[in-house]
């Protein structure tokens, strides 16, 4: 079993506890006391990295050195250097160099969403000005705080309607693109909403995004889910074969293919990123993936049934998630032009059974039940070296960090109904 891991989150003294919920509307949106509750944490969380050794931040958003407060399973293997490999467009070197590192406008589509809502106020608490583009499948509450904020802007617009958001495009630097029909269960519903969305409208976008000549650079974000299934290896990479093993992550790979292996105009720098599942506290909450679930249900008192315990997956919480690409954006063009990375911790690669143990270290008396599962598609390790020596891109919350703050969440009464269909993306 892992080690017990420090909370990152102070317990929450009952007279810190925010006021009484928004309940002005029945449709979805988020509780004053859960916005409260986020942005306490968010700042506890600050205090408590910088004790950990965040307190100084590089310019490319990275922390200065390693995170020395993380408890590992195990000693990571060696690591493969990658510092020494080309870029794809070495040719086009000099140009790349020249490229406007210091973006300034960011048009981020999914911005209104799990991880882009994180992103945004990253963004902007880094001084750059942001348009938040989304279609508001899930509605605008992951924003309504940053409203009238300076530098954000608000594009109520659709990835599949490339007119809808030119203009945005022609004020932008830079985009991260986010938007998407996101996880295997909402894209098997929808699948022509997801094949519209996830590739046509995303080649819409990117070949939008090559014509504005202000835009520089274009980061796509992928999942690990591309991997599919191990088979005949411990951990896969950015090498290792794709499998994708769903509607979801075919149309992933599918365009991150045409991303990496297109032929674009010399000072425009597409990257691609493979995130870890995510998990963690976001304006746009979800408890529909797998640690949050699995908090929520200890935090109700319920039974936990786990259906395929000896089954991998790789977690990234979800501010670390908005960090890499934020690291991305600030990196020198010649270290991410036309590359591919994955986004997580070697050392956070849990099976269920794992992650189960790690809860009950949060809640001893959580009742967990094991459904035997032999077959689960996807089922895979992945090793994050490329990222971290590339980049220097090291994770600042894990697991456990992830555990104790939605625990606290829930006990303050932030979510007043968790299990409200606004906090599921299918």
Known sequence: MRAPVPELF???RQSDRPGTPDRRSPSGRESTRFEETYRSMVQRGRETLAERGHGQVRPDGCPARPWAGRACRRPLR???RWSSIPSRRAAAAVSKETANVNVKRVLVTGGAGYI???LVRQLLERGHSVCALDALLFGDHALRDEYGRPGFDFLHADVRNPESYASALADAQAVVHLAAIVGDA??????RLTHET???GSEALFQRAQDA?????FVFVSTCSNYGRMEGVEYCSEESPLKPLSLYAETKVEFEGRLLNSDTRGDFVPTALRFATAYGLSPRMRFDLTVNEFTREAALGRELLIYGEQFWRPHCHVHDLARACLCVLESAPSKVDHEVFNVGDTAENYTKKQLAELLLEFRPQARIRYVTREEDPRDYKVRFDKIRDILGFEIARNVGDGIAEILEALASGAFPDPEADRYRNS
């Open 10 to 12: 102070h317990k929450m």
């Open 78 to 80: 060696a690591r493969r």
């Open 116 to 118: 882009g809502s994180v």
């Open 186 to 191: 909402a894209a098997a519903k929808s699948p």
């Open 198 to 200: 996830n590739l046509v």
């Open 213 to 217: 000549p202000d835009v520089r650079r």
